[in-house]
């Protein structure tokens, strides 16, 4: 895959990931461990490296390889936090899942439903993906509301699926078709067509997270 160019809306904007983005990147993740722990992926097999810089190193690998698209989301220029495309498959498939992080001073500018419309955008416009998927931990409600305003349709309960800060977590799936936003991601959230209710989970599937008692 070509470098994609940056894409903005306002104050926010999206764009590969670079070398030395990270002396600010590795600063904001340590600065932020209370705030990010929580909802940080972590491994079965011991700890995960905090070096910046051999990340991305592996990222823009994945990048060339195109498997990958590591993404940060600026706000007025400054480094708010990262968002990645990963696990890019074409062919028959031809889908993509999208993972972020912001810090928490940059917490509340809209920063991070701006650029998931921005990324999954450029997904589905430049590199002509199918379906974007975004999978969210039960208790994370600040993710669940940037899939609620832009729609993503809530498709199922998925059991202990990724190692999140120590532990096999449940997480709720969402995603959306290109075929579903001709006009995009962002213009539809923007002109205030987005589907009501699109994304919200079964009480059933709330109950067996954990998120509501049962009767």
Same mark, same amino acid.
């Given at each position: ?8 809306? !306002?104050?926010? =904007?999206?764009?590969?990931? $670079? ?9 904001? +993740? +340590?600065? @932020?461990? /209370?705030? %990010? &722990? ?21 990222? +823009? ?6 498997? #990958? ?14 968002? @990645?495309?990963? !696990?890019?498959?074409? !062919? ?6 999208? #993972? ?7 917490? *509340? ?9 921005? =990324? ?19 208790? @994370?409600?600040?993710? +669940?509301?940037?899939?609620? &305003? ?5 498709? *199922? ?11 096999? $977590? ?6 959306? %078709? ?5 006009? *995009?991601?962002? *213009? $539809? ?7 009501? #209710? ?7 599937? $709330? ?6 008692? /049962?009767?």
């Amino acid at each position: 895959m070509e470098a994609t160019a940056p894409r903005h809306h !306002g104050p926010v =904007a999206i764009r590969l990931v $670079r070398p030395r983005d990270a002396r600010v990147l590795q600063s904001e +993740l +340590l600065a @932020n461990r /209370s705030w %990010l &722990k929580r909802w940080e992926a972590t491994s079965p097999d011991g700890p995960v490296s905090f070096d910046m810089r051999l990340g991305i190193r592996r990222l +823009l690998q994945q990048y060339r390889d195109g498997v #990958g698209v590591p993404l940060v989301m600026e706000h007025e220029g400054q480094i708010a936090g990262q968002l @990645n495309v990963w !696990g890019i498959a074409r !062919g028959s498939l031809s889908s993509a899942t999208i #993972g972020y992080w912001v810090s928490e001073r940059f917490a *509340g500018k809209g920063i991070t439903p701006i650029s998931v419309a921005l =990324a999954t955008d450029l997904c589905f416009e430049e590199l002509r993906l199918h379906r974007m998927e975004i999978c969210i931990r039960p208790e @994370n409600r600040a993710s +669940l509301r940037v899939v609620e &305003k832009l729609g993503f349709r809530y498709e *199922g309960l998925r059991r202990r699926y990724i190692h999140i800060d120590g532990d096999w $977590r449940d997480h709720f799936s969402f995603a959306l %078709l290109a075929d579903e936003v001709p006009r *995009g991601v962002l *213009g $539809r959230w923007l002109d205030g067509t987005v589907p009501d #209710g699109a994304a919200t989970v079964p009480l059933a599937d $709330r109950r067996a997270a954990g998120i509501e008692p /049962s009767t």
